[in-house]
């Protein structure tokens, strides 16, 4: 089972994104990576241990 679904609130745990809202936009089901919109703009793969639910 997944641990997170599109559109999602999520913020990584680490790296130059941690303190920034990010929503879950696809799943690559190949390696399990998501992959997170921060704004407009930017975009980044995270696996499911590298993310946390945006609280």
Same mark, same amino acid.
């Given at each position: 089972?997944?641990?997170?679904?599109?559109? *999602? +609130?999520?913020?990584?745990?680490?790296?130059?994104?941690?303190? #920034?809202?990010?929503?879950? @936009?696809?799943?690559? $089901?190949? *390696? +399990?990576?998501?992959?997170?919109?921060?704004?407009?703009?930017? #975009?980044?793969?995270?696996? @499911?241990?590298?993310? $946390?639910?945006?609280?």
């Amino acid at each position: 089972m997944d641990e997170y679904a599109i559109g *999602d +609130g999520v913020r990584a745990k680490d790296g130059p994104m941690t303190h #920034q809202y990010g929503t879950v @936009a696809f799943l690559r $089901e190949d *390696d +399990g990576t998501y992959l997170v919109r921060f704004g407009g703009a930017q #975009q980044m793969y995270f696996r @499911a241990d590298e993310l $946390e639910p945006w609280a």
